[in-house]
C-alpha cells in the first residue's frame, strides 16, 4: 500500500479551512485524502495556539530527517 505525505501546500489548505470552521471530513475531501490522516496531522502538530501550517511543516520536515 502506498501513500503521500501531505505537502506545504496541503498544511496550508488545512489551516485556511480549520480557520473558516470546516470539519476535518470536509478538510479531507478537499484535498483529497482519507480524514484519519487530517486526524493524524492536528494531532501531531497542533499546540497552544492550535494548528500552525508552517510550524507543523518544519516539524514533518525534521521527523523525515531523523527518521531510520
Do not use: W
Not at 506545504?8 to 470552521?21: D, M, N, P, T
Not at 494531532?43 to 531523523?66: I, M, S
Amino acid at each position: 500500500m502506498s501513500y503521500n505525505q501531505l505537502t506545504e501546500g496541503q498544511r496550508y489548505q488545512i489551516y485556511a479551512l480549520l480557520k473558516e470552521g470546516f470539519s476535518q471530513k470536509v478538510i479531507a475531501d478537499n484535498i483529497e485524502c482519507h480524514p484519519s490522516t487530517i486526524c493524524r496531522e492536528l494531532k501531531r502538530n497542533r499546540g497552544k495556539k492550535g494548528y500552525r501550517h508552517k510550524q507543523a511543516n518544519k516539524l514533518a520536515v525534521e521527523r523525515r530527517q531523523t527518521a531510520t
